[in-house]
């Protein structure tokens, strides 16, 4: 599964949108952008995932660019609630494909 | 709530010994992952299970072993502890039928938190 590289950390205003970015520059054609995020010592939870078309639903948006090498997670009105460390993984389709998490990026939404 | 129960949510025990982590995913999820996060390794992929059968492996020592059940709850058996084996072990449930699809989403348990002293 190809790679990606997340900042280490970011903060964003309550209310604000927050745009947590991610490269994955040697994607393939066959594998997804998958976002997962984990609030202090919770399980992982899964947010949205996608292949090439934007997507969204009722968490948040993730905006992928035409060549797939980078995307961006949008949570278009952050909370104190959202603060959390955020995965950005890239996972091929078909068997034995596993989901493996990177050290994510930090995202703390201030008052 | 995921709908994936881990039990125990603590567990101390001391170097040498063994102990079982079990896992009861969704209703109706086929497969189950295990997943270990140390604060050093962050989170590992273990070993996955889909319908009793294992059917990927990860960076799981040959102390660890796992088996899915026939009612499809998993438990994880790990033996001969280390102080390095203190971490957190997370239990997932796919919420499609079959893995690798692509829409294949994980829903992960609160955790089984391990310390071995």
């Known amino acids: 599964d190809a790679k990606t590289t997340q900042p280490t950390s970011m903060d964003c205003a309550e209310g604000r949108a927050a745009n947590l970015p991610c490269n994955h520059s040697?994607?393939?054609?066959?594998?997804?952008v998958y976002w997962y995020r984990q609030i202090h010592s919770q399980g992982p939870q899964y947010i949205i995932h996608?292949?090439?078309n934007n997507e969204t639903n009722e968490m948040a948006s993730l905006i992928i660019t035409e060549d797939r090498k980078s995307s961006t997670l949008i949570l278009p009105h952050a909370t104190l609630r959202d603060t959390a460390v955020y995965y950005c993984?890239?996972?091929?389709?078909?068997?034995?494909?596993?989901?493996?998490f990177g050290k994510g990026i930090t995202l703390s939404v201030r008052p | 709530d995921s709908g994936v129960t881990q039990t125990p949510k603590h567990l101390i025990t001391a170097t040498g010994q063994r102990v079982t982590l079990r896992c009861s995913p969704r209703?109706?999820?086929?497969?189950v992952y295990w997943y270990q996060q140390s604060l050093d390794q962050g989170l590992q992929f273990l070993i996955q299970?889909?319908?009793?059968?294992?059917?990927a492996k990860g960076n799981i020592l040959e102390r660890f072993s796992a088996q899915q059940f026939p009612d499809l709850h998993s438990e994880l058996n790990l033996s001969s502890l280390e102080l390095g084996d203190s971490a957190l072990y997370f239990c997932?449930?796919?919420?499609?039928?079959?893995?690798?699809?692509?829409?294949?989403?994980?829903?992960f348990g609160s955790g089984t938190q391990l310390s071995v002293l």
């Open positions: 997932a449930s796919s919420g499609t039928p079959e893995f690798g699809t692509t829409n294949e989403k994980l829903f």
């Open positions: 040697t994607i393939s054609g066959n594998e997804y």
């Open positions: 996608g292949l090439k």
């Open positions: 993984i890239v996972r091929r389709t078909g068997a034995n494909s596993k989901l493996t």
């Open positions: 209703s109706g999820d086929l497969s």
């Open positions: 299970y889909y319908n009793g059968e294992e059917r």
